[in-house]
């Protein structure tokens, strides 16, 4: 299974931008699917989560900014990201979880945000 994380890129504070995650398998049934970030010396964190039941969660950081959704008809996810800022700034990785069991994660697309 492979995943693209794809629509990185430099923006300036205030701006949008919207990640993409192609998975190469059906995603109907994945248990749920996720985007993460890491920042230069930080953990992996969490920033949003989808569930197979439509559930949706995120990060305090980002909540009311980003929006996770999912097109199962092109195993597809995705995250919009509004008002970003410069702590915004980071590789952001998707994951999806098929089970208690497997995942699996993209390769990180990098989004920088400044001046």
């Known amino acids: 299974v492979q995943l693209q994380a794809s629509g990185g890129g430099l923006v300036q504070p205030g701006g949008s931008l919207r990640l993409s995650c192609d998975v190469s398998r059906s995603i109907f049934r994945a248990r749920d699917l996720a985007w993460y970030r890491q920042s230069p010396g930080k953990e992996r964190e969490m920033v949003a989560v989808t569930n197979i039941n439509g559930v949706k969660d995120y990060a305090g950081s980002v909540k009311g900014r980003f929006t996770i959704s999912r097109d199962n008809s092109k195993n597809t996810l995705y995250l919009l990201m509004n008002s970003l800022n410069v702590e915004d700034t980071a590789v952001y990785y998707c994951?999806?979880?098929?089970?208690?069991?497997?995942?699996?994660w993209g390769r990180g697309t990098l989004v920088t945000v400044s001046s």
């Open positions: 994951r999806v979880r098929w089970d208690a069991i497997r995942a699996h």
